[in-house]
């Protein structure tokens, strides 16, 4: 079975202030993808990064930063210099074979609120 | 904009009744899959068509049933609506099943009454 879960269930931040977000997965697949996704307000869900289980490098792009350890089963996402338009509710989710092919298995979402 | 439609966007109505959500999916995508997002569940994944047909299934309900058309889009029909089904749906496509989940479509908010 596939399992994901954020233990933060809220964060909240001032602007500026660099932010993580975590995310443990588990998995008995080798080969799985790690997704985050983002929900602001408005409900849509906006994808920000896919990672394999083969590619442990860390990834910047802009503020944003997500740091994979397979030995720790954690892909945490982190926001550097955080500004209010980054409110929203962020999903990690995981995409792993056998049975559970194809689909996403969703964390319970981090409601991260940057205060001015 | 990812390319996933979902109509209609919103939709009200009330217990009891029978409703059908309609996602077209991005051009050459063959896999569709629908998600359910309410507050005590969370995102769930209920099921997943491929070119027509159904490939696997979540926690959909026997309520609850798809189906995928040769145009590639795709219905999910929710029947005897309760209160709790009022959610958040959300569709997704992909052009392989596997390794994708870059693009869902906008949404439909089920408010049941």
């Known amino acids: 079975a596939q399992k994901v879960t954020q233990a933060q269930t809220e964060i909240s931040v001032v602007e500026k202030e660099d932010v993580t977000l975590d995310c443990v997965y588990e998995?008995?697949?080798?080969?799985?993808?790690l997704f985050w996704y983002k929900q602001p307000p408005s409900g849509e869900l906006v994808f920000l990064i896919r990672?394999?289980?083969?590619?442990?490098q860390n990834e910047i792009s802009g503020r944003y930063s997500w740091n994979f350890q397979k030995s720790t089963s954690s892909f945490n996402f982190t926001i550097t210099a955080s500004q209010v338009v980054d409110s929203a509710v962020y999903f990690c989710a995981l995409n792993a074979g056998g049975t559970s092919y194809g689909k996403l298995t969703f964390g319970q979402g981090t409601i991260l609120t940057v205060h001015p | 904009d990812s390319g996933v439609t979902q109509t209609p966007k919103h939709l009200i109505t009330a217990t009891g009744q029978r409703v059908t959500l309609r996602c077209s999916p991005r051009?050459?995508?063959?896999?569709v899959y629908w998600y359910q997002q309410s507050l005590d569940q969370g995102l769930q994944f209920l099921i997943h068509y491929y070119n027509g047909e159904e490939r696997a299934k979540g926690n959909i309900l026997e309520r609850f049933s798809a189906q995928q058309f040769p145009d590639l889009h795709s219905e999910l029909n929710l029947s005897s609506l309760e209160l709790g089904d009022s959610a958040l749906y959300f569709c997704?496509?992909?052009?392989?099943?596997?390794?994708?989940?870059?693009?869902f479509g906008p949404g439909t908010r089920l408010t049941v009454l």
């Open positions: 990672r394999n289980s083969f590619d442990e």
């Open positions: 997704a496509s992909s052009a392989r099943g596997r390794g994708q989940g870059e693009f």
């Open positions: 051009s050459g995508d063959l896999s």
């Open positions: 998995t008995r697949d080798t080969t799985y993808y």
